[in-house]
DNA sequence: AACGTAAGGATCGTTGAACAATTCGACAAG
DNA sequence: CTTGTCGAATTGTTCAACGATCCTTACGTT
């Protein structure tokens, strides 16, 4: 009775100050608080958020390493602007994650979060919720990442996303990107619910030439 | 004639004392020095190397996120122990990373190294240096990896390698292990050179697999 | 006008010391 | 043998300080 609680170790090794401050630097980054390109001032955030310099440093370790953030010795760190390079490098890695994903027999549990993020970018985009189509779009392809089955591919995954959220935050019209995409997954979806999965790769390439190609062209950071 | 030199820009921001630190940890781990599960004293080790607590803290956080040591909440670093489920998971990102980079027309340039890992490889094994076609046959697979062309993949494969140097520290007999793969090296390669990708991609499946329950089998971590 | 130099201020890099919080082992009590 | 309690050891976090580096501005040279 003692065995199943083994599971909930995890949850102990939680907290820190840095992680905690890490995980609030992470969000306010993904939702454009701090704009791709700007500088991170140690002492102004320090003294925001109570906390010692030296903690903050810690936390600046942490996200740098996951890519959001730029450490430049003796100038600070800035948040992270992706260049066109980046991009391409970005849908590189893509289609080996996705493409790997939607060639394997899918569990019917993985395909049941797959369907949901597909019905949800469908409901926002009935509602003009271009944000809500993003996320949606987000949790989609982190959905069909995941039938890799592999911890390590999800946690990359997490980060290729964040990243690539860097990038939309310098773009003017995300409607114009993400609306094509709500029928291309619905699509996609069916392809790999039908067992078909070369055809269902072969989509999921020209769906992602397709995006990096749109993505590329709205893009020009300012360097 | 100052394009190229743009090349160079890395090594510009080259330096800092806690990523020397975290270079010289790393090696220390890699060549076995520190063991896995052995803890590492942040006092003893401050001392040892001359820098603040502060710094090497800052070294350990970044090594934390390349999971070659683990951090516990109060009770300090650990260098990485790997379970067998990591041992699964790495050879499920492996399978994913490796399989793609074999589908793919190979660069000229890239095969030339595969070539000398395999030559290098083939070589140590004549001489009985199993040290030596351990390190070869890391060369061989990184090298086949970076087919990909994507300089975050090569990321990931180098962090995947250096991971899975700890579970080989905790095996007894490192030449059954590796004698197997000299030959099966050369024969890949030919695959490859040849021009017949689903060819490559079965043996590969079928190497990696081979690799795989070996090494579960070997591996019988103390936990 | 373009370039080299110098001075000053701001910020980072690193250190050392300090104290609270937590862990761990030992020992006593039940 | 299990359960409390205590104390030593180690980590988590803060703080203040100083040197090093970078950026800006100003000034003088060519």
Redesign the interface.
């Given at each position: 009775m003692v065995a199943d609680l083994s599971q909930d170790r995890p949850r102990?090794?939680?907290?820190?100050t840095?992680e905690r401050v890490a995980d609030i630097l992470r969000d306010r980054i993904s939702e454009g608080f701090f704009q791709p390109g700007q500088r991170l001032s140690e002492e102004a955030i320090s003294d925001a958020l109570g906390v010692s310099r030296?903690t903050l440093?810690?936390a600046f370790?942490?996200l740098g390493?996951?890519r959001l953030l730029d450490h430049?010795?003796n100038r600070g760190v800035f948040v992270r602007l992706p260049s066109a390079a980046d991009v391409a490098?970005?849908y590189?890695?893509r289609?080996?994650?996705e493409?790997?994903a939607v060639r394997r027999a899918p569990a019917e549990e993985a395909l049941a979060v797959i369907k949901e993020a597909v019905l949800d970018a469908e409901r926002a985009a009935e509602q003009d919720d271009w944000q809500g189509v993003g996320t949606a779009n987000i949790r989609f392809h982190q959905a069909l990442v995941s039938l890799?089955?592999?911890?390590?591919?999800d946690e990359?995954m997490r980060q290729?996303l964040a990243e690539l959220r860097l990038v939309f935050h310098v773009m003017e019209n995300p409607r114009a990107f993400h609306e094509p995409f709500v029928d291309r997954n619905r699509t996609l979806l069916g392809l790999i619910e039908s067992g078909r999965p070369e055809k269902a790769a072969d989509y999921l390439d020209d769906y992602l030439d397709h995006a990096e190609r749109l993505l590329i062209h709205a893009y020009e950071p300012n360097r």
């Open positions: 102990l090794g939680r907290s820190s840095a030296n440093r810690e370790r942490l390493h996951e430049r010795l490098d970005l590189r890695v289609r080996v994650l493409g790997a890799n089955d592999s911890p390590r591919i990359a290729l």
